[in-house]
């Protein structure tokens, strides 16, 4: 297979995203254990099926990429009812990828999507950087094992960074990312969907107060192009306070409860106010692990996306949420 620029390998939400981004300025080639994700419907760029579990198949496939970019994950709620095949993607598909871009020479680097959600959800001291450290005990349970697989990945592509001089392997670490492909089990868009349908909007008591940290796809895009850009162009460095980690997030949080209120905002000014939809509050009888307090305790710091990113400007989480509901709004007249 011949020398091409950019592999993406997981075609869901973000990697499409990247796809076709990406495919603008330069060939790129999509990975999937699916033979045609929906998402990549109607993309001019090649795609090939590929299990990421299995080496050979993943050596034999991948052929001579400048950068590959590894979005691929199990998440959750699968990642707790099929946990073996959970850690074979996770954990062994990206040593597995990370390998091959090792042997192959005319491969520069590899770029993984990393997730603010290694730092936990609570009980914040310091400031938010690259070094912040990994706490996946400070997060829900039923979140758990996704934070542990994305330390592992994360602890797996910094190893071959440091082993290997003469190749680059980045981790951009996003926000919870807002798009209007986000996964159907999003909380933002299962807000959106329910209070476009005039039915309430509902947070859950025990996590309304939970600041989440958040990026809009379409900087996800703008800060990956950067980093490819440098590597095809040969242009890689040690500049990252943590080596290659960087987070990529806008710097103020927003709670649940605030997003849901910023949904109910959106609907009612793209509906011209024939829906309003209520928030509801559910309780769902567990220990409240958030008080209005705690949002105010979590400072960021992305002093670097502008300097090592390219990113100067971010779109907040209410411009996005904002464009996500006007658009679907646009669709359903």
Not at 143 to 160: C, D, N
Not at 195 to 200: A, N
């Amino acid at each position: 297979m011949g020398a091409y620029d950019v592999a993406i390998v997981g075609a869901g939400f973000v990697g499409s995203a990247l796809a076709t981004h990406l495919s603008r300025d330069y060939e790129v080639v999509t990975f999937d254990v699916k033979s045609a994700p929906p998402l990549l419907k109607g993309l001019d760029a090649e795609h090939r099926p590929c299990d990421i579990t299995r080496f050979d198949e993943v050596r034999d496939k991948l052929g001579t990429p400048t950068v590959v970019i590894h979005t691929a994950i199990i998440q959750i709620p699968a990642i707790n009812e099929f946990r073996e095949s959970a850690f074979a993607v996770n954990v062994l598909g990206t040593q597995n990828v990370c390998r091959v871009v090792k042997e192959t020479p005319e491969t520069a680097g590899l770029i993984l999507t990393g997730s603010w959600h290694v730092f936990g959800e609570r009980e914040y001291g310091g400031v938010i950087d690259v070094s912040f450290g990994y706490r996946p005990d400070k997060v829900e349970d039923r979140a758990k094992l996704y934070v542990v697989s994305k330390m592992l990945q994360e602890g797996i592509v910094r190893f071959y960074d440091d082993m290997l001089s003469e190749k680059e392997f980045n981790i951009l670490r996003l926000g919870t990312v807002l798009g209007e492909h986000m996964p159907e089990k999003a909380a933002a868009n299962i807000f959106i969907a329910n209070g476009l349908k005039g039915e309430p909007i509902t947070p859950y008591k025990h996590s309304m107060h939970r600041p989440m940290l958040y990026v809009a796809i379409e900087d996800v895009c703008k800060a990956f192009h950067s980093r490819v850009e440098k590597i095809v162009d040969g242009e890689p460095g040690k500049e990252a306070s943590a080596r290659h980690v960087f987070n990529l997030f806008y710097p103020e949080p927003i709670t649940i409860l605030e997003l849901a209120e910023l949904i109910r905002e959106a609907v009612i000014l793209h509906t011209d106010g024939r829906i309003t939809p209520a928030i509801k509050v559910v309780d769902k009888d567990l220990p409240i692990l958030f008080g209005p307090e705690n949002k105010h305790s979590m400072r960021t710091d992305v002093s670097d996306l502008n300097r090592l990113l390219n990113v100067s400007t971010m779109r907040s989480p209410k411009e996005a949420i904002f464009e996500i509901v006007k658009g679907r709004c646009g669709a359903s007249r």
